[in-house]
């Protein structure tokens, strides 16, 4: 009797539990001016910097690979060290297309980049996720090195380990030729980027982004809520490789070869540092993270070039334990910013 007489007062309530939800996403949703900082620095970069905007292209790229990686790491809580197998999957892609079908326009290059990315984050996702933990830190390593072995064991088609260069795509739109400068490629990789994060943004604050926090925070919890939470990490994980896989095209088009490189365990560490130096679960920590990467990476080189990798170590060490004091989470402090704004 209790309960029947529950029912009605239950779905009364849930229109305005649903307006509510709606409306604390559409709030989170809106664009804030603070938030066009990076987009304007990145424009600026291209007048000031004229003369670098290869290195600044190679910056994009990595911003978009961490970003992807922050979809996953710090919105669904994967946490994975096999995200290069993505980003070399879509090199390859395009690689391939230019090389061997003769097909060189870029933009269906990094489309068909994507989609076999995503084909195989879903393959791999189905089954690795079933995992967590140390477990699919080990599974999602192997992985990638697998993928290395198999590419050099058939050299005809990967070029083995000395990759497959002449990659040069088509003039962009069939009207803007590449210059030796970069600004055509910096350009092209910062429209790029700028389409795919905002489409990321819009994943994270939608009904879909709060359930995979909500997976993230307690995943027993959304077991038991009825959420099918192994194909929302799936998805998650299909969506963030399509990403990768666009980064690894770009990475392609943009350097005019691939090696079997893009697989190394230490291109999938070194992204996990980008977001350890920027921070997860914001999106932009993509931007700071990737920057400051390789920005330690260029000067702590030059200062050692054979120890080089103990400094950044170094520097890792102490981000690490400097963000455990408030005044140093850039998370929090960026989210004080925006909600003021």
Request: glycine share 10%.
């Amino acid at each position: 009797m209790a309960a029947d007489s529950l029912a009605p007062t239950v779905a009364a309530a849930l229109p305005q539990a649903r307006e509510r939800a709606a409306r604390f996403l559409a709030a989170r949703h809106r664009l804030r001016p603070i938030e066009a900082l990076p987009w304007l620095i990145a424009l600026a970069a291209f007048f000031i910097f004229p003369d670098r905007m290869m290195l600044g292209s190679q910056a994009l790229i990595m911003i978009l690979f961490a970003l992807s990686l922050d979809l996953i790491l710090g919105f669904a809580g994967i946490v994975t060290l096999g995200h290069a197998a993505f980003f070399g999957i879509g090199a390859y892609t395009a690689g391939l297309l230019i090389t061997r079908l003769q097909w060189t326009e870029p933009i269906t290059g990094l489309l068909a980049a994507a989609a076999c990315a995503a084909v195989a984050g879903v393959l791999s996702g189905w089954i690795l996720l079933r995992y967590r933990g140390l477990a699919l830190l080990v599974l999602t390593l192997s992985t990638t090195i697998m993928l290395q072995e198999i590419g050099n064991l058939v050299p005809d088609f990967t070029g083995g380990y000395d990759g497959i260069p002449g990659v040069v795509p088509a003039p962009l739109l069939g009207r803007f030729e590449y210059d030796l400068y970069g600004h055509t490629y910096y350009l092209y990789a910062l429209v790029v980027l700028f389409l795919l994060f905002f489409l990321a943004r819009r994943i994270v604050y939608s009904p879909f982004g709060r359930a995979l926090a909500g997976i993230r925070e307690n995943v027993a919890r959304m077991h038991a809520l009825g959420s099918p939470v192994h194909w929302r990490l799936v998805t998650a994980y299909a969506i963030a490789a399509a990403i990768a896989g666009i980064a690894g095209a770009l990475f392609a088009q943009t350097n005019g070869f691939v090696t079997l490189g893009v697989f190394d365990f230490e291109r999938s560490a070194g992204v996990l540092m980008m977001l350890i130096l920027g921070g997860t679960g914001w999106l932009y920590g993509a931007f700071i993270g990737a920057v400051l990467y390789m920005v330690l990476e260029n000067r702590l080189s030059a200062v050692s070039p054979e120890f080089w990798q103990f400094g950044l170590g170094f520097v890792l060490v102490a981000v690490v334990l400097l963000v455990r004091r408030p005044r140093w989470d850039w998370v929090k402090l960026w989210r004080r910013v925006v909600a003021r704004t």
